[in-house]
């Protein structure tokens, strides 16, 4: 070949080369947006001891961040599990050992092939370490590792190398072999895995919320134990042994994600979906197949299209709004249905990395009456970029939560907006993955706080009772009727529980029909469909007693009514029951209710005295107690509304319908008592106070005096009792023998500080010997009236009710009282009584000052024969502008004492002699020292102002022959008391005021 073809021919290489390099650099260019845009997720491993690098010294070792326990106690705990090292040396030791630490089988060393036992990623490994699992018995172990965040909007994959013998020759039963699994929020498991003496990698792949986070852990085990879809344990023993290496828990990508889902393997396994997209394929969600169903509301200079010049995370296409200089454009979706009672999350992902000015917002609107859209709520912002790591970009998710009306089904619709007429906008925005999911409320309340909340009401107006229409319904787990009941607690026995079918169910007709099944097949309670309202329904499939309570607040001094609208359908035994507690005591009731097949209002009405309350309201089907389960109830009970409202007086007292309870704080007039076919009752506000227990022919309760059997009372007639009862019902106590009983008031009185108050106690006694008595007391040993006897008081020749009354001054401290009726007093041995004793009525009011102290006034009689002895004053504590004077009470009850007066003569008469002495003696000296002194003296001036040890070294020098003035001069000299003296002076001198200078220096 010439030299001149050689070059020839070279530089057509060098074109061709050129030519190539030129394409493919032509190609990479018109491909690079494209590569710009796949962002790949950094597949950063969660569990940092992947390897089981990371132990101690000693085999096994416990693996960090790894916690092992036996699945279940009545399996084998002969168990052992730790790291170990797989290199030859270090395992044929430990195999070697005769007390076998790591319990491996016998002929282990015959069945290992010590060349692949290492896994493929330790060859090269110091240490080649593994978590091992072995037993000889049928156990099941796990290694739980520790709890991992999982992100909303994310996919992740486990995958762990699992090494372990031929389980299908281990053990005498049949052995399960290894496991791999995933619990917590997201719960996986793989098939019970036997690699037959190999290294095999398996995985589990699973997603997070689409709105929260999830926590899970990854467990590594030897057989299982789990449950099955309904609850019931499972067991999978095994036997043998398993190695477990390299295990990762990685984030992966949306599109990794699929493609693996799509061409699984038989070692791959799939958790469930945390999110259920419920919209349908015609919404056109991920615009997949376009944005034809899409409606176009308003739009101006802009196009709209279906694209894909985007880094596209959850498909293929994206709606795309883009302006033409400044546009706007809204596009509203097919109507989708919020179900009645149910609550949502509706997601929607936008781009907005493009947008130059203007908003992009969704909206969530429905058709009113006039076929006008509503908006419920907007959706401004898409800033929560909830994924894992990059592989979404610059693609965000904003979310809707939303709670269905409480009434009716809701047709919505959804909006995507980029501007509007009003504020133009100017750029792009991208739209996709729009996602609807039921969620359970208490989702919706733990996370509409972090999205668009939107509650549909629908209210028709009802009871100002929380939840007293029952359309409020309580945290599910699983969206089925009958609902539980918010702001109300069931009341129930645990053996009745599975007896009982309650709770919240819809009133239309339709509905009712469809799933009366599960109800226990009852009639239709309405008379005609009455579609917009819940019902509590309680329905006991056997005899039974269930409930349902609430509470209910009644301030001091109001009346309250409160009404329940109900119906029942009996099958059976004793009826429903509707029970009003004070303090779990209770004050009214209405018993044995059977309404058959129709809506009853009943109402109790209470007058709260002078304390607030806070009652609870019961209502029941059946009713707890009795010989044999008795009052237990089969058949229905239908609750329509309960209503608390604010009464009056007039009302209170015009309430006298037979479905009409009415009580009163106020006035104690015994008609609260257990259900009884007895003449005397138990009281249900009342306890019994017996010392004498040894004493057994006491008869206490409540009694009716109208129509009372005389037997009840130990043969004691109508006519010794009398008529002049002003309540049907009293309270008694009886004994035909010496002793001292009591009956306490269960509510405790509570006084307001600074305030009067009147207690009336009506009462009467009968047959009890004179000189003994009944016994009030509002205070022990403090207040109280004692040695009653009404038959033996002067002028009740009739022997009527007498009304024995304390005035009580509160003062500053808040004190309780609970008022006491004793047959017979037992402070007293002597005081013990037989007889009966009769309370018809208690009242309690609060009275002013000047009401109170004409109440006491007779109390101050001079005449002790006119001084009542059914008046009595409680003096409880000072008064908070009294604090440093006595109370009335110490004052009334100081005794005079008499033997200080000649105590007091005698200081009366040393008082008046220091006077005349001080008036002959001391005021004439005090007179002369006053008169200012010559100038260049040592004297008092006029303000006594100079020291008096001047004055009195003058009188000593004055008398220089006085024994004084010796005593004087033997301890000091007269130099030194100059000196002293000039001292004194001197110190004197620092102190005195300028206008008196002058004389203090002559």
């Known amino acids: 070949m010439t030299k001149k073809l050689r070059i020839l021919l070279l530089g057509i290489i060098i074109a061709l080369v050129s030519l190539i390099g030129n394409l493919n650099f032509a190609v990479l260019a018109a491909n690079s947006s494209d590569n710009d845009n796949q962002l790949n997720i950094s597949m950063e491993n969660l569990i940092d001891n992947e390897s089981f690098s990371n132990v101690g010294t000693s085999y096994p070792a416990s693996p960090v961040g790894w916690v092992g326990n036996i699945m279940d106690s009545k399996l084998s705990s002969n168990v052992a599990a730790g790291v170990i090292s797989l290199k030859v040396d270090s395992l044929m030791t430990a195999v070697n050992q005769e007390n076998n630490s790591y319990k491996l089988p016998n002929d282990f060393i015959k069945k290992v092939n010590f060349n692949t036992l290492i896994s493929p990623f330790d060859y090269n490994s110091d240490t080649a370490n593994a978590l091992m699992i072995s037993t000889p018995n049928q156990t099941a172990y796990a290694y739980k590792s520790s709890t991992y965040e999982i992100k909303p909007n994310s996919y992740y994959k486990l995958s762990v190398f699992v090494y372990t013998p031929d389980f299908s020759i281990i053990g005498e039963d049949y052995n399960y072999g290894a496991f791999v699994a995933i619990n917590g929020d997201i719960k996986a498991i793989s098939e019970p895995i036997n690699t037959y003496n190999t290294w095999k990698q398996y995985s589990i792949y699973f997603s997070g919320y689409s709105y929260k986070t999830a926590s899970v852990q990854v467990s590594l085990q030897l057989g299982d134990v789990g449950q099955d879809k309904d609850g019931n344990k499972t067991m999978r023993p095994a036997s043998g042994y398993v190695f477990f290496d390299k295990v990762l828990l990685q984030p992966i990508s949306y599109e990794t994600y699929q493609e693996s889902k799509n061409n699984s393997l038989k070692s791959d396994y799939f958790a469930d979906e945390l999110t259920s997209n419920i919209l349908p394929e015609s919404f056109q969600a991920d615009f997949e197949s376009g944005f034809s169903n899409w409606q176009n509301e308003e739009s101006n200079n802009v196009s709209v299209s279906v694209a894909n010049d985007v880094h596209l995370p959850f498909g293929n296409q994206a709606l795309k709004i883009a302006t033409k200089g400044r546009g706007y454009a809204g596009y509203r ?23 130059r000015s203007g908003t992009a917002f969704a909206n969530i609107v429905s058709k009113d009456k006039n076929g006008e859209y509503k908006s419920h709520g907007t959706l401004n912002s898409f800033s929560a970029n909830l994924g894992e790591n990059s592989w979404l970009g610059d693609w965000n998710q904003g979310s809707f939560f939303i709670k269905g009306s409480s009434l009716m089904d809701k047709e919505v619709y959804l909006e995507l907006w980029f501007g509007n007429s009003s504020a133009p906008a100017v750029g792009t925005v991208y739209y996709d993955n729009i996602t609807l999911e039921e969620i359970l409320p208490e989702d919706y309340n733990n996370h509409s706080s972090s999205g668009t909340t939107i509650v549909f009401t ?16 309580g945290n599910y787990t699983e969206y089925a009727y009958p609902m539980p009941v918010a702001s109300w607690n069931a009341l129930f026995e645990q053996k009745n529980e599975n007896k009982t079918i309650a709770g919240i169910i819809r009133g239309d007709e339709e509905h009712f029909m469809a799933n009366r099944h599960l109800y226990g097949a009852p009639s239709y309670p309405y008379a005609i469909d009455n579609p917009n309202t819940n019902l509590l329904m309680i329905a006991n499939t056997k005899p039974s007693a269930y409930g349902y309570s609430i509470d209910i607040s009644v301030a001091a001094e109001t009346y309250k009514k409160i009404s329940v609208n109900l119906q029942t359908q009996i099958n059976g035994n004793y009826g429903a029951e509707l029970v009003l507690k004070n303090d779990d005591i209770v004050i009214s009731r209405h018993s044995n209710i059977n309404t058959q097949n129709q809506f009853i209002t009943y109402n109790f009405y209470v007058y709260s005295g002078i304390n607030a309350h806070n009652l609870t309201l019961e209502i029941w089907l059946g009713k707890e107690g009795g010989f044999n389960n008795e009052y237990y109830t089969s058949g229905h009970l239908f609750v329509d509304f309960v209503d608390a409202i604010d009464s009056d007086q007039d009302s209170y007292e015009n309430a006298n319908s037979k479905f009409d309870k009415k009580y009163s704080f106020a006035l104690e007039n015994f008609e609260t008592f257990e259900e009884s076919n007895k003449a005397l009752k138990t009281p249900s506000n009342w306890t019994i106070i017996n010392p004498l227990t040894h004493i057994k022919t006491v008869k206490a309760g409540i009694i009716n005096l109208n129509e009372y059997d005389a037997w009840a009372l130990g043969g004691l007639s109508k006519s010794k009792i009398g008529k002049d009862n002003l309540s049907p019902y009293a309270l008694v106590i009886y004994s035909p023998e010496p002793t001292a009983f009591g009956m306490k008031q269960s509510f405790a009185i509570r006084y307001e500080t600074d305030a009067y108050y009147q207690i009336t106690i009506r009462i009467k006694t009968v047959d009890i010997p004179q000189d003994k008595g009944a016994k009030i007391i509002l205070e022990a040993d403090k207040y109280y009236f004692d040695n009653i006897n009404t038959e033996y008081r002067e002028f009740n020749y009739d022997n009527d009710f007498v009304d024995y009354k304390f005035f009580v001054n509160v003062g500053a401290s808040a004190i309780t009282h609970n008022i006491q009726i004793w047959l017979g007093d037992n402070t007293k041995p002597s005081a013990l009584a037989s007889g009966l004793v009769v309370v018809d009525q208690i009242s309690i009011e609060k009275i002013d000052e000047t009401a109170y102290a004409e109440g006491i006034a007779a109390l101050s009689s001079e005449d002790k024969d006119q001084i009542p002895d059914n008046i009595a004053k409680a003096v409880l504590s000072q008064t908070s502008d009294e604090s440093t004077t006595p109370s009335e009470d110490e004052e009334d009850k100081k005794p005079f004492e008499w033997w200080l007066v000649p105590s007091i003569l005698f200081s009366i008469l040393l008082i008046v002699c220091v006077i005349a002495i001080i008036v002959n003696y001391v005021a004439p000296v005090i007179s002369k020292r006053l008169k200012r002194s010559k100038k ?53 001198k620092k102190y005195t005021p300028k206008e008196y200078k002058d004389e203090f220096e002559d």
């Open 458 to 473: 629908d209210s028709q107006g009802g009871p100002s009772l929380v939840n007293g229409n029952f359309d409020s319904i």
């Open 936 to 988: 260049g003296s040592i004297a008092y001036d006029r303000r006594l102002t100079v020291h008096t040890a001047i004055n009195k070294k003058n009188k000593e020098q004055s008398k220089p022959d006085t024994k004084a003035a010796k005593e004087t001069e033997s301890v000091d000299s007269p130099e030194e008391k100059q000196q002293e003296v000039e001292k004194r002076l001197i110190r004197r």
């Open 333 to 355: 979706s097919q109507p989708f249905k919020i179900e009645r009672h149910k609550f949502y999350h509706l997601g929607v992902w936008q781009n907005k990395a493009d947008i």
